[in-house]
């Protein structure tokens, strides 16, 4: 069976002694060797690995160490990086000082399996140098974002001394500071979005010398950058710190990334005059960066039995107000994760909710297994779906291609290629066509209201003169006889008409009134309709 294992550097002896003398000589370095080789016992076996450690020895300025290995023991893919990152600094240091080289035998029955030569120049850090991927993911500070960097071998990592940080790099000879921060945004930002709202270099440096005036910080200049497929705003800027009675001038660079609903910062600071050989330091850190996320890895969100949907709750509250869509939040909410699909009654079902129109509740039910090999976009689809349901008791669009992207489609299968900055699109897109068809109806409401007064004016209108001239043909009745006089006078045609009709023709006139009103009434519903 093959086994990955970390390979065990020993340090020798002679530490103490080199560090109060001069550079040791050949004998003196074999000497150390070999006494610390015979206080060990060898051979002796290395705890928990099944790996013998045979021998140690010097030859010249080489400590060779040989171990041997059982069957099914294979060695990492890149042992010598493995040794070498497996080396404190302060040991480091002490074969670069010494000149000492180190050689690794690994053998199986007297035959040779692999071998690594290690100078002490390979084990000299050059401050360029970027070692394995650290990842972030299960951070605190990283609030979800599932990023990872790689680490800056010359610099000491730092915990984060603010709530936004997420971690810092420092390296002291240099005077060397890069952080990464990580902050809520108030609503979601796709890439799409952000190309578009950003698009010139008139934008973008507007935007920045905005954010550094905002910061106390001075503006140098600004320009687009991607890091990893996600656009970002670079901007370079002065920055004057006060240290007691002094005062020190720094420069830096920050790339400012606008992550689904999260703003990511990443700082690169040096003294000035050093700013443009380190800036190109700070630039292969950062863009040595990876949203994992994006890459649609289903692993990457399992989350076993429990999930805490108040996350979720939150964020489609937060993009809902920021719409202009005002909802009171139900003090009851139960969202589960539960096995739907292991009843006849839910197999086929992703999850489901019951809160439909009812304000005082949001009642969800995700299926766990669906939950757990969902990738991330398709999680938001799903969630922010049934939560569409239950607060703005939106109903399910019909099975056709045209609706396929769209949260409301009923369908989860037609997510399962669409990535976050497609959510985010489409979301948007949901909570316009619901704002302008909320604003249409209350609209159509007053236009409906206006349409029946009018309606019914000119029906009374007509009435009344139906009235006034059945009276005006009574003679002996003088207070409509004068008036009719002027009226008829002035209007001789209306004298005509009224004279020729029947009671049936009258009726007739109010079915057309009616008809003309009631279909200006169908035009305005279908408009409606047509925000569905």
Known sequence: MKKNISFILLFFLFI???VLSQTLTNSEIKEYIDAASNEMGLPIQIPGLGVVLKSMTAIGRTIWYTYEVPEGWYPSENPKQELINSLSAKSKKLYIDEGVDLLFNYVRNKSLVIKVIITHN????????LGDYISYKSHAKAKGV??????????????????????????KENNLLYLMKISEAPYFTSRTSFESEYSSKVDIESFAKDLTSSLDIEYVSSKSHKIDGYPSIEIVYDQLLELGNQSLSRRG?????????KFIYLKGSSDISDFERNYFLFLKITNSIVFEDQYNKASNNYVGDFENFDLYVDQFFREIEQAGILKVRPSKVDIQLKPLDTSKDTYHAHGFSTGYDDDDIINITINKRSWNTFTKAQKYYLIFHELSHDVLN??????????????MYPSISAYKV??????????????KNYKDRNEMVEGFEDIILLIFIRGFIILCLVFVLRFVYKKFQDK?????????????????QINQILHNWTDSQVVSLVSIVIYYFLHKYFIEVKKIKQLD
């Open 253 to 261: 660079v920050m790339w400012l990334i606008f992550y689904e609903d």
């Open 394 to 407: 939106l109903d399910d669009l019909k099975f056709n291609e045209p609706n396929e992207k769209n949260i």
């Open 16 to 18: 103490q002694s080199s």
């Open 146 to 171: 599932n990023i990872k960097i790689k680490d800056p071998l010359a610099f000491e990592k730092l915990q984060g001394d603010r709530p936004n940080i997420v971690t810092k790099f420092y390296n």
């Open 476 to 492: 002996k009745n003088h207070i409509y006889w004068n008036w009719g006089i002027g009226f008829f006078t002035v209007a001789p």
């Open 122 to 129: 390979e084990l000299e850090t050059k401050l360029t140098s």
């Open 418 to 431: 669409l990535t976050m900055d497609d959510f985010i699109d489409n979301f948007n897109n949901l909570l």
